[in-house]
Nanobody, 115 residues
Framework: QVQLVESGGGLVQPGGSLRLSCAAS????????MGWYRQAPGKQRELVAT???????NYADSVKGQFTISRDNAKNTVYLQMNSLKSEDTAVYCC?????????WGQGTQVTVSS
């Protein structure tokens, strides 16, 4: 079992920045990739970014150059640095951990971009 706890969401003005954190616990040795997904109101969940245990990152085209995913293996934590935020980035952001037996999800953290 893997438990994921997200933090760092909130209300930010357009053009602002936020950093999301996702702390993993449990059978973390089984995790081979972690990532962030988001779901905006009335839309399907979409991939934002992923990072492998080896540090290889992958981004959705919509956030390339704007968001940066990173991980601190010593803290079992993955981060999502979000810059130049726009209203269309408003969504619930969920952390994901991929293991050989399946995916685990956090509860999500709300990010609202509004003036």
């Amino acid at each position: 079992q893997v438990q994921l706890v997200e933090s760092g969401g909130g209300l930010v003005q357009p053009g602002g920045s936020l950093r999301l954190s996702c702390a993993a616990s449990g059978t973390i040795f089984s995790i081979y990739a972690m990532g962030w997904y988001r779901q905006a109101p009335g839309k399907q969940r979409e991939l934002v970014a992923t990072i492998t245990s080896g540090g290889i990152a992958n981004y959705a085209d919509s956030v390339k150059g704007q968001f940066t995913i990173s991980r601190d293996n010593a803290k079992n934590t993955v981060y999502l640095q979000m810059n130049s935020l726009k209203s269309e980035d408003t969504a619930v952001y969920c952390c994901n951990a991929r293991t050989p037996v399946g995916d685990y999800w956090g509860q999500g953290t709300q990010v609202t971009v509004s003036s």
